[in-house]
Structures are given as structure tokens and as C-alpha cells.
């Protein structure tokens, strides 16, 4: 007794989804097919600018969101279904057959995975969706973590076998410390062995979230092999209390709507009493509500639990739950209903902060336009590169200078677009909280600030508030230490230079990537996050950006440095002489450098206290001025003299005297810089530096340079009868230290107002056909959590090994979390190992 509703792109302006099951005058109607009623049906890269203008500019229409979660959750698919019912695209893309309009890098397509966050709009249900894809795996975290900053929502999306993974757990904490609204998506319900009751208890219990269950899975019985089994089939709308089915064998843009019976209906019923308590609790109109109907939780209208919703969910209160199966066209409409419904547009986010140094100010405070380049991408088509920007604030207009604060360069936005995947439409300009994208500039890279709007601003003649603006920061992150590095070298001669253009355009892109040079081997190091992620960086530059190169093996990246109780002799000085145009330059330079020792927070209260004040030099690495230090010149100013003196220094510390490898955790206190008085220049001050530092190296006896290697911070998650194994093999086996052993269920809260929430206490639906799968049910064990901390080189292949440990239960995640100085007896082994 239902109602059939083809809902061929009618959705998307005339029958949205949520309102065709929720129209009153669609009951009673038995199986009705609508005709299409509206097609959009653009193809990709159709010029659309025009009939979107509306959109454009109501702001509370946008919505900024991304997709957050585990590797191979479903992500690209829940995106691929969400373009085609929008009406972007004409077909549905498969992940498995690599033709996906998100996944669209060849290195992504071919391993199923999604590397890089391409940013797509769509619309629905007259609303801007911009939509922030991210990668699952853990070597591109930070990638993930910059997409991000620049969201103002976000959908996780889980599996509905796996439940909440730890990825998912990580990133998911990410976008709590940004405080980022959240939607789970349940996905794979079509799977053996999915349970969408299990998947809530895990969110509540994992990720600390009070559960609000918009929808439930809809499963209907089935004969197969003469044997009664039951299919997920489609959702129950916990709001409209109506089931969904989706007709079999369509694209999804099919289903029957109809009443709940039986124990659909009690069920259904519990999670409303469910939701709209939990709503009374935190929102005082609700309580109105509720009172006002002689508190029935039945006679509450959808209307009004869905403004609870709203609000609490951008209050960071709750999380809205919902459950599909993308594969199969299941649920991905009622999703794109609640990201409209439920998830903030840029208003409704606390407004973005400016930062350089300590100034710290607020968008709202400024006059100028500001955006943050979240992402750029070498457009294989123009060849040029592509920034996405978000804007936070003013709007940015074509042909509008726009000035990067991160370099302090300035050029033109000769060309502005928005993007759907591959394809893009031009546009003449891009308003506050949109996101849209700048071709053809020179010097914007990834993570850069960018202002535009300046040469109006009043502030412009007053000095100081010009330098400073100029330099402000929209949400800075620092990129990590590269763990991994490879060799990269061009085959011929006149691959050279296309190789170091390759190379810059891979450094634009992503900023987690390095490059250095080695100074004994002349050799080109490329150096990234992950072995993955050297592996399609290197892949890129081959394959993509076609450069004639050869990649050598995947070497983890060592440091060197100066052993903890070195107790640093007297300073050593170094004069260096040389000639400019015909004129006899010098500068003499004296330094001492010092250890930093890893237990700093341990009682170093006073060099703590230097480094505060110090110039941070990367890896670690600090320039102290001593306080005897004294730079007066007639000629040369004391910024020009230390910016010359860094550079040195930083030079000097790039190859240590025992392995050749670069310095880290040394501080060098500079004593003296002398330069003759005639002189105009600083240039000199460079050389001096850096021999200066090379001098004291070597004065260091050998027994005290010291070799450093990355230990990570591993988290191994196993069940309680593997713990005994795994952490005596970490502590043996590995050179690991234990340092925590935990439940999987935190027990401090990450939800807005603090309060523990206890699983088995919430209301969950029961999960009737796990008793149906017939093998890998995945148990709801409490599992243990092991933490350690163990040195990079002891984790390779690590996952096969606990697999065989564990009989295929543990996992395990890590992160770079420092560098240490390695004993003797691991510098010599790793030595002859790796560099013998
Ligand atoms: N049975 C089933 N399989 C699904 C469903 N959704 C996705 N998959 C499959 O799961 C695998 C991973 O899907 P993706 O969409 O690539 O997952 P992802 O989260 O984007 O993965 P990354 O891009 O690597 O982070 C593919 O083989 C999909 O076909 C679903 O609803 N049901």
C-alpha cells in the first residue's frame, strides 16, 4: 500500500525528497509513478553561472561541507550518487570500474582511492552544496586536516560492517577540536554482517556523540535459494514515520512510499520518543512543544524536531544519524535532506580568525577581503594550476589584485571558476563563503592567505596596521617533519629542468611535501608523510606531469645531532673573505651550538625560556642571539644582517659531520657578527655562518654526534586476550615504549557540554539480520587500545605481522610524533642498514 515516486531529478527544485514522502496529499494513494516533473540534466562543464546567481549570494543557502572518514567507508560512492541525483551528472560513476567524477587524479583512479580533496558544488533543494572530498588513509591526514579548516560542516560516513574505525576516530576528533557540526552516514547496509544498532552504540561510545536517529534501515524478507532471508531494501523516515523503499534495479530515483505497519511502526516509534526527548532535554522550545501537546512524542511535528535539530547540531549538541547503502542507491536523498536541514551555512559558524606572530583578530574587524587557498592542483587540461579558494570575507572579483600574505607577493586573479570535479565554469567573481577557484596565478601554494580589496581599505594609510594586515594568516597549521624521502633523479641532462619544474608544481600543491638537495651526492631528495604518499607523489611527477625521472627506493629520512650532555666548548669563530665586484668583502661570525634535548619540558626551565624568544629554523633547529650580542653598522641594518645570518646557519646545519645527514634539536647562540664598516652589504655574513658552523662540528668529537631517527605514536587497538602479546612485542621485539593501555570507549567527553554518555543507554534500534550472516560477524567487544611510542624503522610491515599475531583482529594507526637520538647499538644497525 504505497506510494510509487519517480523522482527523476524532481527533487532537486519541485519535490524534494524529505517533502514528497512528507506530503499530505500523496496518503492513501496507492502506487502512484510520477512523470518526471523536472529534469536538469546538464552534462558536466555546461555554462551554468546564470541560473545559479540566486544562490550565489544567499549566503544562508550554502552549504560548505565535507566527507570525512575511514579508508573504503564509501565515500566516493555516497559523493558519486549525490552528483547524479543532484542532476550534475548524467551517469553514475563506479569506484571499482575507476571512473568516478571525484577520484579523477589517474594515480586515485587506478588504486580505488581518493588522494587529493577536489572541491565540486551542486545544488539541492535550493541550496549550494560545496563538497570537500578527502582521503580515508592515514598518510594523508594532513590533507585531511587542511580540507578541514575551510568547512563549515561535515558528513562521516561509516560502514555499516565495520562501525566506527580508527580513522574515522581520528579525523572525527579533528573536526571536533574545529568544532565542526557533524551527520553520520551508515553506509553499506546491504552488506552481511551491518548493524545499524551496533554502528550508534560505537558513535556514542567511540566518538563520545549523543545520537539522534533520523532514519532506520528498512529490510524486507526474500526467498533466496529457498531459503527466507531478509534485504536491506531501504529507510524508515523516523520524522515522517513513512518507510522508503527503493524499487529494485533502478537508479535509485524510484521508491515507494507508505505507511508503517506492525513492528516497523513500534520500532519507528521508539527512536521518535527517542529523538524528541533527547531534543527536550537540550532546547526549551522543544520543551513548549512538547508540553503544548500533552506531552505525545507522536503529535510533535517533523517541522518542529527538525529546528531542534538544527540548533542543536550546530550547536555542536548532537549528531544526526542516517543509514543507506551507495552502491545499491539506498538513502544518499534523505542524506543530502539533512546536510540542507541540519548542517550550518557560513553564518551560522563563528567567524574566521586572523593571526601573524601574536596579533590575533577576527574577520569581522577587518575591511579587506581575505581567502584562504585550501588546495591547489595542476589542471592537466590548461596546464596551469588551479587554486580553490574560500572566501571569508568581501568578494572577490575577477581582474582584482589579490596579495599573499604568506609571501609576500602580489598578481592578479585574471581568471575565476567554479569547479565540478574536472570541469569548471568561469564566473566573475566569488562572494563571502563560497568556495571557487583562481587559475593561472604564479606564486599561491597550498595553505596560503590571500587578500584582495586592500587598496580601498582606510587602514591602508596608517603603517603599522598596514604591515600588519598584510601579514595575517587565516588559521595557520605547521606542517609536520617528512619521514620518508626518495631519490629522484632526471635520466638525461635536459631533464633537469622539467624535473625541478615538476618537482615545484608537486611542492605547490602539497606543502607536507620537501625537497632538498644532498650535498655529497649532489643527489635531489623528495621527502613526504608516508611511504603511500611518496609513492603517488613520485607517481605524479612520472606519470602526470610526464617528467623523465627515476625514482629510487623509499628510504626512511635519519637526522644527526649532538649527544644530550655534550657540554658545548668555547664559541668558535670563522672569518670569511671574497671578492665582489672588484672589492675585497669579509665577515666574521662566532657561534656555539648546543643540544636540545628531548625531555625539554623536564626541567630545562631556562633554555625553554630562550627558544621561546629564538627564530625557529625548521627540524627542530633554534637561532639564539647571546645576550652580549651587539649588530651596529653604518651601512647595514641588524634585520638585514640576521636575515643574511640565518640563511647561513640554516645552510651549516643541513650536513652534519658524522653521517652527512642534517642537523636536528640544536639551538646555535650567536655571540658576534663583524663586518668591516665600509661595507653595504650583508651578504657576506652568509658564508661566515655557515663555515662557522661547519667549524664547530667538526670540533665536536665524533662519540658525541649522535644519530636520530622518527619514533611515531602508535596506537594498536586489540582484543583483550592479544594484549599480553602485542606489548611485549612492541617492547622487546620493537625498541617501543608502552605508555598507556586503554578502553575503546573514551571516558572523557567530547560533546559540547562536557557529559559522559553511556551506550547501552541510548536508544538504539536492534539489528535483526546479523543473526542471518553467515560468517566475519565483526564482535561488539570492548577492545583495548595500546599506546606507544616506537621508532619508525621497527613499524615497517608492521600490519602483517600483528594480523598473524592477533588471527587477523588488531589494527593499528601512527603518527610522526618526534625525532629522538637513536642509542649506539640502533645507530650502528640502522647505519649498516641503511647506508652502508
Ligand atoms: N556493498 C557495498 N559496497 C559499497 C557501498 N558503498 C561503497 N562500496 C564499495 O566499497 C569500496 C570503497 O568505496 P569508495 O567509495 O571508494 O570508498 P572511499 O571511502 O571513497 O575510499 P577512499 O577514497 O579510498 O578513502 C568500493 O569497492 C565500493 O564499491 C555500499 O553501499 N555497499
Redesign the pocket.
Known amino acids: 500500500m504505497g506510494l510509487r515516486l519517480s523522482i527523476s531529478a524532481c527533487h532537486t527544485r519541485c519535490l524534494p525528497f524529505g517533502r514528497a514522502v512528507s506530503s499530505q496529499s500523496f496518503r492513501g494513494i496507492e502506487s502512484i509513478r510520477l512523470a518526471v516533473v523536472f529534469r536538469r540534466g546538464y552534462a558536466v562543464g555546461q555554462k551554468k553561472a546564470k541560473e545559479e546567481s540566486g544562490l550565489e549570494t544567499d549566503i544562508r543557502r550554502v552549504r560548505n561541507i565535507g ?1 570525512i ?12 550518487r549525490m552528483l547524479y541525483y543532484s542532476g550534475y551528472t548524467k551517469r553514475i560513476g ?3 570500474e575507476g571512473d ?1 567524477v ?2 579523477y587524479l589517474p594515480a ?1 583512479r587506478d ?5 587529493t580533496s577536489a572541491a565540486i558544488s551542486f545544488d539541492w533543494n535550493a541550496h549550494r552544496i560545496n563538497l570537500i ?5 592515514a598518510d594523508f591526514t594532513f590533507e585531511v586536516i587542511r580540507s578541514i579548516r575551510v568547512l563549515d560542516g561535515a558528513v562521516t ?1 561509516l ?2 560492517v565495520e562501525g566506527v574505525e580508527a580513522q574515522t576516530e581520528k579525523v572525527w576528533h579533528q573536526a571536533q577540536e574545529m568544532k565542526i557540526p557533524r551527520i553520520v552516514f551508515v ?5 552481511e554482517g551491518a548493524g545499524f544498532g551496533r554502528a550508534v552504540r560505537e558513535i556514542v561510545g567511540k566518538l563520545s556523540a549523543r545520537t539522534c536517529i533520523i532514519n532506520m534501515p528498512l529490510f524486507k524478507k526474500v526467498i533466496e535459494n529457498g531459503l527466507s532471508t531478509a534485504k536491506f531494501c531501504g529507510v524508515i523516515d523516523v520524522l515522517e514515520m513513512k518507510s522508503i523503499e527503493c524499487v529494485p534495479d533502478t537508479d535509485g530515483r524510484e521508491f515507494i512510499v507508505r505507511d508503517l505497519v506492525d513492528e516497523e511502526f513500534d520500532e519507528a516509534k521508539k527512536a521518535r520518543v527517542a529523538l524528541v526527548e533527547t531534543l527536550a532535554e537540550l532546547d526549551d522550545d522543544m520543551v513548549e512543544k512538547f508540553l503544548e501537546v500533552d506531552d505525545d512524542h507522536m503529535a510533535i511535528s517533523s517541522r518542529d524536531i527538525k529546528t531542534a535539530l538544527r540548533k542543536c547540531t550546530l550547536n555542536n549538541q548532537v549528531v544526526p544519524v542516517l543509514c ?5 542507491n ?1 538513502g544518499v536523498q534523505p542524506l543530502l535532506d539533512a546536510t540542507v536541514d541540519y548542517l550550518p551555512s557560513p553564518v551560522d559558524r563563528p567567524p574566521a580568525t586572523l593571526k601573524t606572530g601574536t596579533t590575533e583578530l577576527s574577520i569581522t574587524d577587518t575591511d579587506v577581503g581575505y581567502a584562504l587557498a585550501f588546495k591547489v592542483v595542476h589542471d592537466n587540461h590548461s596546464g596551469k594550476m588551479l587554486v580553490f579558494i574560500r572566501v571569508y570575507s568581501g568578494t572577490l572579483r575577477r581582474l582584482d589584485k589579490i596579495y599573499n600574505t604568506s609571501n609576500s607577493t602580489e598578481e592578479k586573479a585574471l581568471k575565476l571558476s567554479r569547479m565540478y570535479a574536472d570541469a569548471s565554469v568561469d564566473i566573475d567573481m566569488i562572494h563571502e563563503g563560497h568556495i571557487g577557484v583562481i587559475t593561472g596565478t604564479k606564486d599561491v601554494r597550498t595553505g596560503d592567505t590571500i587578500m584582495f580589496g586592500y587598496e580601498k581599505s582606510k587602514s591602508r594609510s596608517n603603517r603599522k596596521l598596514k604591515q600588519d594586515m598584510m601579514s595575517l594568516q587565516l588559521n595557520p597549521i605547521s606542517v609536520p617533519s617528512p619521514v620518508f624521502f626518495a631519490s629522484v633523479e632526471p635520466k638525461t641532462i635536459s631533464d633537469t629542468r622539467p624535473m625541478e619544474l615538476g618537482l615545484q608544481m608537486l611542492l605547490r600543491e602539497d606543502p607536507s611535501l620537501h625537497v632538498s638537495v644532498d650535498e655529497e651526492t649532489s643527489q635531489t631528495h623528495l621527502s613526504g608523510m608516508g611511504e603511500l604518499h611518496l609513492e603517488i607523489a613520485s607517481d605524479r611527477l612520472v606519470r602526470e606531469l610526464k617528467v623523465n625521472a627515476h625514482v629510487g627506493k623509499i628510504q626512511i629520512s635519519y637526522r644527526e645531532s649532538i649527544e644530550n650532555n655534550l657540554t658545548p666548548g668555547a664559541p668558535v669563530s670563522y672569518t670569511y673573505k671574497g671578492v665582489n665586484k672588484g672589492s675585497e668583502t669579509s665577515s666574521t661570525v662566532s657561534l656555539v651550538l648546543r643540544p636540545i634535548p628531548e625531555d625539554l619540558d623536564w626541567g630545562h626551565q631556562d633554555l625553554k625560556e630562550q627558544l621561546q624568544t629564538s627564530i625557529a629554523l625548521g627540524d627542530n633547529n633554534f637561532l639564539t642571539f647571546d645576550n652580549e650580542y651587539d649588530f651596529a653598522h653604518p651601512n647595514v641594518s641588524a634585520d638585514d644582517a640576521s636575515a643574511a645570518l640565518r640563511v647561513g646557519v640554516i645552510a651549516g646545519l643541513l650536513h652534519g659531520k658524522r653521517f652527512g645527514l642534517p642537523m636536528h634539536s640544536v639551538q646555535v647562540v650567536v655571540k658576534i657578527v663583524e663586518l668591516p664598516l665600509e661595507q653595504d652589504s650583508a651578504a657576506p655574513v652568509t658564508p661566515a655562518a655557515r663555515f662557522a658552523i661547519a667549524r664547530f662540528l667538526e670540533s665536536i668529537p665524533l662519540e658525541s654526534k649522535v644519530l636520530m631517527e622518527p619514533v611515531m605514536d602508535v596506537t594498536v587497538i586489540v582484543d583483550e586476550e592479544d594484549i599480553g602479546n602485542v606489548m611485549s612485542d612492541i617492547s622487546s621485539a620493537r625498541s617501543g615504549r608502552v605508555y598507556a593501555l586503554e578502553d575503546e570507549h573514551r571516558k572523557e567527553s567530547s560533546l559540547a557540554d562536557n557529559e559522559y554518555i553511556d551506550p547501552d543507554r541510548v536508544y538504539s534500534p536492534p539489528d535483526y539480520t546479523l543473526h542471518l550472516s553467515k560468517h566475519n560477524i565483526r564482535r561488539e567487544l570492548q577492545k583495548k587500545l595500546i599506546r606507544a611510542k616506537v621508532p619508525l624503522n621497527e613499524m615497517v610491515g608492521y600490519l602483517k605481522y600483528l594480523r598473524a599475531m592477533t588471527q587477523g583482529r588488531g589494527s593499528f594507526l601512527m603518527s610522526f610524533d618526534r625525532y629522538e637520538r637513536a642509542s649506539k647499538e640502533r645507530a650502528t644497525s640502522i647505519w649498516q642498514n641503511h647506508y652502508s
Open positions: 566527507i572518514a575511514h579508508i573504503d567507508a564509501g565515500k566516493t560512492t555516497t559523493t558519486e563506479n569506484v571499482d568516478t571525484m577520484d586515485e588504486r580505488g582511492i581518493t588522494i572530498d578527502t582521503p580515508g588513509h560516513v560502514d555499516g553506509n553499506k547496509m546491504d552488506r543507506g547503502a551507495s552502491f545499491r539506498i
